[in-house]
């Protein structure tokens, strides 16, 4: 047993007796994902690491997120249990350094030789698919629930099919496949994450795809259109005002009930869209997922309710000036929590790290290249 | 010794059963499982992620196994160094403070810190490099301006006396790396400095104070104010510090930053020229007084140039974001020293010429 390297007395139960656990006809158990994370607590620890992220010229950056990372997940709970965020501040911190030294280097010989603009674009589209896989593989790994590592096997090949091949495939068909190049981007994330060594299957269809788009895409045209009308009708109404003379005052006072009916109305739409198209693919992804014979999933998320919430948080944030920013980000997260339920069976209590000798919480011993998270956010 | 109940989780598996941990003097922690009383683990090393408010700090063992405390204030005694920042987070003075230093902190790092630490950084730019910049924007420039229509006689008569004027100045002048002319109908009369020390006329200008050699030579004194300073230098290691740390700072702010990012940057950038501006100006009148020459000449400069461009006066919220002082307050500067020369040069120095050390070596290893 690993407790024996360490020179310590072997103890008994310290292994799991699997084996005494009859393994009964799958029943699910359902509950709602639980959301504890309050606002005002988040507001203190963002706060602080904006501070300090400056006084260090960027250096704690790295304990920032990790401290971001570990509150959401510590405070999201499935089934009873949190999840766990385990990678570790100088783990980000050398991704960081090193993304950093890498876009360093090449916005500097970009701005010294122009032409290697065009030479590191076309290595981007060969470098992009690698640095994709890195980042989930990173992120899942360094996930955990019930001290049980996600996994993530896609491929170098896969991300480039889809998330390079067809794309640019579909702007041949002035974008007509894009929704059902959406649907594989997506299958490829979520089809090969795993956890305990059981695969996620993944039925999504493109049809809902292509009808979330063409909603999104239509109210989005007809809300405009509204919209339009709208501002005709105040523009109508200051227009009818001035000869009836007081032209400042009342001018003054339309300039600003236009602009705020403006900013309200470009804020509803920008919402309204990211709502329907990101409701009906959650709803959708959700449905058709299981993790194989473990845990199913159900997200009904409502698009009305989503679209305000979205807009009243962009409101909120850009009135404040950003200082809401944590308010709204931990109310998105309670909105989503709230409507997603998880059903799991006995067989969740008793699954393995197929990862095992890696999973060691001792990171810093496994921080190897393939330990860090490139992505500078 | 203190019982603290919680939760024991297995290696490397979703087993969890209910436990206690007793903590020892010697930071040595042992679990034992509620239900039986049976010990789980024993262990002195042990690892904790970081410490956040209202969250338990969960305790890692080096096999994999975990304990999960359900009280969230409880730390072990070994980790409680690293409670501070969960105490600053949680403390209302600490989140008032850091609300205050927050926008200050910012400002000073903008405004002060990086335009500092741009002017100390250019002194160490390495010759071929300089050049080699030098370089990179003539062909930038090349492709939008046209090769000089003046002839070859007028150039080189140019070149020969605004030369001999800059020599006069004195060896703690740096010399112009190359003076050069170009056709530009679009831009109009106008001159500038490249980052490198080149200087750029264009045949506009060159026409326009065809009759005023003192004006033109005015205008070079004003670029090689640029080239003396090493402004070119200045502003680009200062655009590129504020670019990379408003990345690095402002990357978990996401989009809302971006905005006021953009918008401080360029105020910045803006002030910062303006600066530059005038220090240039101070230097042009400065070198005409050492030269015997009547800072008027600067204002001929200025008066033709404000002419040919027809320059309206701003007015004074768009200042903050003009690169250069407005004609007016440029020609008032210059009328200054023409009043009262003494005032600015009692010791018989001037005090724009006066450089650092720093830039007198660059000006040496320029000649």
């Known amino acids: 047993m690993s407790t024996s390297e360490h020179g310590l007395p072997p103890i008994s139960a310290a292994t799991p007796e699997m084996t005494t656990q009859e393994v009964k006809t799958p029943s699910y158990r359902t509950s709602t994902v639980e959301f504890s994370g309050k606002g005002g607590e988040f507001f203190g620890i963002w706060i602080v ?310 999973s060691s919480t001792f990171l810093e011993e496994a921080a190897d290249l393939y330990d860090i998270d490139f992505s500078l956010t | 010794m203190q019982q603290h109940f919680g939760f024991f989780q297995y290696p490397a598996s979703s087993q969890q059963i209910d436990a206690y941990l007793y903590e020892h003097a010697d930071f040595r922690l042992d679990v034992f499982a509620t239900a039986t009383g049976e010990r789980l683990h024993t262990d002195t090393e042990f690892n904790c992620g970081e410490i956040l408010p209202g969250l338990p700090c969960e305790l890692f063992f080096a096999d994999g196994s975990c304990f999960i405390p359900k009280d969230p204030s409880y730390v072990p005694a070994k980790y409680q160094r690293k409670t501070w920042v969960a105490k600053f987070e949680s403390h209302r003075i600490g989140i008032l403070s850091a609300l205050v230093l927050v926008p200050v902190t910012c400002a000073w790092l903008f405004f002060v810190g990086i335009p500092a630490f741009a002017k100390a950084l250019v002194p160490y730019t390495p010759e071929p490099l300089a050049e080699f910049i030098d370089q990179q924007s003539l062909v930038a420039i090349d492709t939008f301006l046209e090769p000089s229509k003046l002839p070859i006689t007028e150039q080189e008569k140019l070149r020969a006396e605004w030369s001999a004027a800059f020599k006069k100045l004195g060896p703690e002048i740096a010399q112009p790396r190359h003076i050069d002319f170009r056709d530009a109908e679009e831009i109009g009369p106008n001159a500038f400095a490249l980052p490198g020390g080149t200087v750029i006329m264009t045949d506009q200008l060159a026409t326009l104070l065809k009759d005023n050699p003192d004006a033109s030579l005015a205008v070079m004194l004003h670029e090689l104010g640029h080239v003396q300073h090493r402004h070119g230098l200045q502003m680009m290691a200062s655009s590129a510090s504020t670019a990379v740390i408003a990345a690095v700072l402002f990357n978990d702010l996401e989009s809302v930053s971006e905005i006021i990012i953009a918008g401080g940057s360029s105020l910045v950038q803006a002030k910062f020229s303006r600066g530059m501006e005038t220090d240039a100006d101070d230097f042009a009148n400065q070198s005409l007084l050492k030269l015997d020459k009547s800072p008027q000449a600067f204002i001929d400069a200025m008066a033709a140039l404000a002419k040919e461009h027809k320059d309206d006066q701003k007015d004074s919220w768009t200042s903050y974001f003009s690169s250069h002082p407005e004609i007016k307050a440029r020609i008032d500067a210059a009328k200054k020293l023409i009043t009262t020369p003494e005032s600015t040069s009692t010791d018989g120095k001037n005090p724009a010429i006066e450089e650092k050390s720093a830039d007198e070596k660059a000006a040496e290893s320029n000649n």
């Open chain 1, 49 to 358: 690491n904006i501070l300090l992220t400056i006084v260090t010229l960027g250096i704690y950056s790295a304990w920032a997120k990790v401290r971001t990372q570990q509150y959401f997940f510590g405070h999201t709970k499935v089934d009873g249990h949190a999840f766990r965020y385990l990678a570790t501040p100088i783990q980000i911190l050398k991704g960081r350094l090193l993304a950093f030294a890498v876009i360093a280097v090449f916005s500097l010989l970009t701005q010294l030789i122009p032409v290697f603009a065009l030479v590191f674009a076309l290595a981007a589209i060969f470098v992009m698919p690698w640095l994709l896989v890195q980042g989930i593989k990173f992120n899942l790994r360094m996930t955990a629930y019930r001290n049980v590592r996600f996994g993530f096997h896609g491929t170098y090949g896969g991300a480039f099919l889809n998330f390079i091949v067809f794309p640019i495939i579909a702007v041949f068909t002035f974008y007509l496949l894009m929704p059902y190049v959406l649907k594989r981007m997506d299958k490829f994330v979520y089809e090969n994450v795993s956890f305990g060594g059981r695969k996620m299957q993944v039925n999504t269809i493109g049809g809902t795809y292509y009808e979330a788009v063409f909603k999104a895409f239509f109210a989005t045209l007809g809300a405009f259109i509204v919209f339009a009308i709208v501002l005709a009708i105040f523009a109508g109404i200051t227009g009818l005002a001035i000869p009836s003379g007081d032209v400042s005052a009342l001018g003054g006072v339309m300039a600003i009930v236009f602009g705020a009916v403006y900013i309200l109305g470009y804020v509803l739409v920008i919402a309204l869209s990211q709502a329907i198209y990101r409701a009906t693919i959650r709803n959708h992804v959700f449905a058709s997922s299981e993790l194989e014979g473990v845990a199913k999933f159900k997200s009904s998320v409502d698009v009305f309710d989503y679209c305000i919430l979205l807009a009243s948080n962009y409101l909120m944030i850009a009135f404040s000036l950003g200082l809401t920013y944590p308010v709204a980000k931990v109310r998105h997260a309670a909105y989503l929590a709230s409507l997603t339920e998880v059903s799991v069976n006995s067989e969740i209590d008793n699954l393995t790290d197929p990862l095992k000798q890696e």
